[in-house]
């Protein structure tokens, strides 16, 4: 299936600040800027509309080295505070007259060091009015959660104590890794959600699900690296075949 990456926009949000990491967009990993990994992948990828939306003239000045548009973020939406979908709104309603109304959004984030070309085409391919899609790893995790701020106790979230699966018996189930989400311009104009009325899951391995929100992350991302860029180099061409 060819797809029609001219009518694909990438939004790479990547502010200056963060509480858990300094400069943590701009670390380095194998000597260059997570901003920067995250441009090539979707260059390797095909995609050619890609903006960064950063408060840093630093992320901005490699963004316009590497060939995206930036973008200029209000300081609203570079606090702490501010979401990720307010984020996505304030720059379609920047580049609302380029960017066209059947337009597929792609939304790739810095901290997720290791996503493939070849799955963010995935994430296109699967996306479409009311459908949209992400990367996330298959896992058959026991989550449980406090009851409340001031308590000890726990309870379940999404399994019994009194019926326990086996772990084989289970229904799959996933978690986002956080790298890529796919959606369509339309869809996010409705809802302001990157989720659509329908979800398509692109699996990625559990070992390259990483996101960087502190110092330890960053250093198991530097650890995997080598294991990680030897796979990816065999995904360039494969990413062509999609």
């Not at 408060?55 to 995206?68: F, K, M, T, V, Y």
């Not at 501010?82 to 304030?90: G, H, M, R």
């Not at 992400?134 to 009194?162: A, C, L, Q, R, Y």
Request: neutral net charge; charged residues 25%.
């Amino acid at each position: 299936m060819m797809l029609n990456l001219k009518k694909c926009f990438v939004i790479i949000p990547a502010r200056g600040g963060s509480k858990g990491l300094y400069r943590k967009n701009l670390q380095l990993i194998s000597g260059l800027p997570l901003v920067k990994r995250t441009i090539m992948a979707a260059k390797h990828a095909g995609i050619e509309n890609i903006i960064v939306s950063s408060d840093s003239e630093e992320i901005l000045e490699i963004a316009s080295q590497n060939g995206c548009i930036n973008h200029h973020r209000s300081m609203v939406n570079s606090s702490d505070t501010a979401s990720t979908e307010a984020v996505i709104k304030e720059v379609i309603q920047t580049f609302h007259e380029r960017i066209p109304e059947d337009a597929t959004i792609v939304l790739l984030q810095p901290t997720s060091p290791f996503i493939f070309s070849s799955e963010i085409l995935k994430c296109v391919q699967n996306t479409s009015k009311g459908i949209s899609a992400f990367t996330g790893s298959n896992n058959h995790i026991f989550t449980w959660k406090e009851i409340s701020n001031d308590s000890k106790f726990v309870s379940p979230m999404g399994h019994s104590t009194t019926q326990r699966l086996r772990r084989q018996d289970m229904p799959k189930q996933f978690s986002e890794n956080g790298a890529c989400y796919s959606f369509q311009k339309r869809d996010f104009s409705e809802t302001g959600s990157r989720f659509s009325d329908k979800c398509i899951i692109v699996e990625v391995p559990i070992e390259r699900s990483i996101e960087i929100d502190d110092e330890r992350d960053l250093n198991e991302c530097t650890r995997s690296e080598e294991h990680t860029s030897e796979l990816q180099s065999r995904q360039y061409l494969v990413c062509r075949l999609l």
